[in-house]
């Protein structure tokens, strides 16, 4: 997929997608970790996904200081992140994994945009490059783990 998420021109609008852009990762998370066959696999994939539930948190902070009524849920997306997984987990461990990178290819692109958003305040911009860092984190462990398998 390749994500439109961090294109837009209004501050508030970037946090709103980036707040449904999270939702539907922790679903896909958790859709991961349900389904994964290997147990310390899916310790490791729990860890990711309370980053992204820190970055929601986050998020909503933000939204609550610009004064806009933030998405409590997914996207249309949610059900293409998660039927990736879903449809993944008939091929086994390796298989979720590498859907699960291609999932982490737009949060890693979805942060690195917001990053340089002309409108972002110091702290925000701040908070979007250390999400970027895990998120560049977890696209990798998922590509080098799905690799190892």
């Known amino acids: 997929m390749v994500t439109m998420v961090g294109n837009e021109s209004d501050f508030g609008n970037l946090v709103k997608d980036l707040i449904y852009l999270e939702h539907d990762a922790i679903a896909a998370y958790e859709s991961t ?7 310390a696999l899916s310790a490791k994939v729990a860890e990711f996904h309370q980053d992204h539930l820190q970055h929601l948190s986050t998020l909503n902070q933000i ?5 806009i009524e933030a998405p409590t849920d997914g996207d249309m997306k949610k059900m293409l992140t998660t039927g990736k997984v879903a449809l993944a987990d008939l091929f ?20 690195e945009r917001a990053s340089r958003h002309e409108d972002a305040r110091v702290e925000s911009k701040e908070f979007f490059l250390k999400a970027h860092q895990d998120e560049v984190r977890h696209r990798t462990w998922f590509e080098t783990t799905a690799k190892q398998l």
């Open 33 to 39: 970790i349900e389904r994964l066959d290997d147990k």
């Open 92 to 111: 086994g461990d390796s298989a979720i994994l590498k859907v699960m990178k291609t999932n982490e290819d737009d949060t890693v692109t979805a942060y």
């Open 63 to 67: 939204a609550v200081e610009l004064g």
